[in-house]
């Protein structure tokens, strides 16, 4: 895995600006005088899905850590809920975790903490890395899933995708005679939610909160932002145990992604599950 020497800035990431502006522009401008309870929910569904089962189970849990083996199509179910998270490719999103781990809060840090809140929180991703701007370059990161073809499929259609998504809203909200919003809620709204609650673990989670275990890095437990994270908020945990499924150690800590696994488990749906210490 190791690589990277201070992978420094190439060129302003345009694309990303672009769509990560349009997202918020959209959302603030439309979010209130759309607003209706059938659109609430429809953003409820989407947020819970992609945040929790595509980013937190999905992307992290699963891709990244391997912290449990599943049905292969619940695994692709797992990489297609993380990409209407707009989040990059699952390879891309994947190697750029790994990197956030193997270099935490370090100069290779993609999004190194110590440069402060606004780097860590979004302005990474609006300059290009050299080694995660190419796809041939951060496949050295990700040697478990580089040839896996339906994975940069989903890359490649992220935006087609979320397109689609957005006809489909259309066409349920209309029923409902609220076409558009359903569109700025489940589309606008939930991205700019989801967004900002990922990049919160990557700024907040590595300075608000308390460091119980040994992690090395500015890792911290912060008991409201594992509410809002679906459990990723104990995150000092996690940097101190990264592979483990379960994020929320103690019994009051509460890890919601983790009740799904158990309940995913319980359904026989996901398989073996790696605990600090055990594997069950
Ligand atoms: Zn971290
Ligand atoms: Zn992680």
New binding site residues.
Partial sequence: MKRRKSSLLLKTAWKNIFWIGLMHLLAIAFAIQTFTWGAFICFFILYVTTAMIGICVGFHRFFAHKSFTCASWFEKFLAFCGTLACQGSPLYWVAAHRL?HAF?DTHDDPHNSNQGFFHSHFMWLMRQQRDLGDPNEYQHYIPDMRNKRFYKFLGQNMVNIQILLAFLLYGIGSLFGHGWSFVVWGICVRLVAVYHVTWA??SL??MWGNQPLMSHDN?RNNFILALLTFGEGW?NNH?AKPRSARMGLKWWQIDISWMFICLCRKLKIIKSVYMPGASH
């Fill in positions: 956030h935490s673990i990557n989670s590595h890792s995150h940097h």
